[in-house]
Antibody
Framework: EVQLVESGGGLVQPGGSLRLSCAAS????????MSWVRQAPGKGLEWVST????????YYADSVKGRFTISRDNSKNTLYLQMNSLRAEDTAVYYC??????????????WGRGTLVTVSS | QSALTQPASVSGSPGQSITISCTGP?????????VSWYQQYPGKAPKLMIY???NRPSGVSNRFSGSKSGNTASLSISGLQAEDEADYYC???????????FGGGTKLTVL
């Protein structure tokens, strides 16, 4: 069974850092681009970042560029999102999502259940 | 980059058909065939319903279909069922710095 399980969310103060992880199983992880998409409480979806299957290419939304870093460890079937200089507006459920190909397909085929990040003092 | 524009809500009776629109500037919806649609129940993760404008993933009912005309994409649902009541989001690749944008979401109510 194809599965994505996020972890690492929690409460962090403004200006702080957090690293999210997404453990993948049931498919050849290195063959697929992976993404992070977030959803603020009661709000819509917002694309955050995408990384190619090889990890060679990464893409970011303007709202997180320079603060967030996406990475992956294909030997561990795990996707990461390092979040620095966190702001209140980064508060959201963060979803890990599998794309369709090794290069970005720009749609999100399978989603994890999400992990909640709350930025507050 | 502004979000794509969707109606806040649509409704229909069981068995009827409805259409949800998704409008964006020519730099995204019109310019690329990278429009996708997602269904989301409250408190749950989104589910892919349509990709690349009109393709249905395996396992998605053929009651769901997608199309595009100019800078407006549409999701149509035929034979409405109670289980279709959910939020629906469109998404598109865009040539702006932020490469993927979503619509604000449409709440579908099955009367």
């Amino acid at each position: 069974e194809v599965q994505l399980v996020e972890s690492g969310g929690g409460l962090v103060q403004p200006g702080g850092s957090l690293r999210l992880s997404c453990a993948a199983s049931g498919f050849t992880f290195s063959s697929y681009a992976m993404s992070w998409v977030r959803q603020a409480p009661g709000k819509g979806l917002e694309w955050v970042s995408t990384i190619s299957g090889s990890g060679a290419s990464a893409y970011y939304a303007d709202s997180v560029k320079g603060r967030f870093t996406i990475s992956r460890d294909n030997s561990k079937n795990t996707l990461y999102l390092q979040m620095n200089s966190l702001r209140a507006e980064d508060t959201a459920v963060y979803y890990c999502a599998k794309e369709e190909y090794g290069d970005p397909s720009w749609f999100f085929h399978l989603w994890g259940r999400g992990t909640l990040v709350t930025v507050s003092s | 980059q502004s979000a794509l524009t969707q109606p806040a809500s649509v409704s229909g009776s069981p068995g009827q058909s409805i259409t949800i629109s998704c409008t964006g500037p020519s730099s995204d919806v019109h310019g690329y065939n990278y429009v996708s649609w997602y269904q989301q129940y409250p408190g749950k993760a989104p589910k892919l319903m349509i990709y690349d404008v009109s393709n249905r993933p395996s396992g998605v009912s053929n009651r769901f279909s997608g199309s595009k005309s100019g800078n407006t994409a549409s999701l149509s649902i035929s034979g409405l069922q109670a289980e279709d009541e959910a939020d629906y989001y469109c998404s598109s690749y865009t040539s702006s710095n932020t490469l993927v944008i979503f619509g604000g979401g449409t709440k579908l109510t099955v009367l």
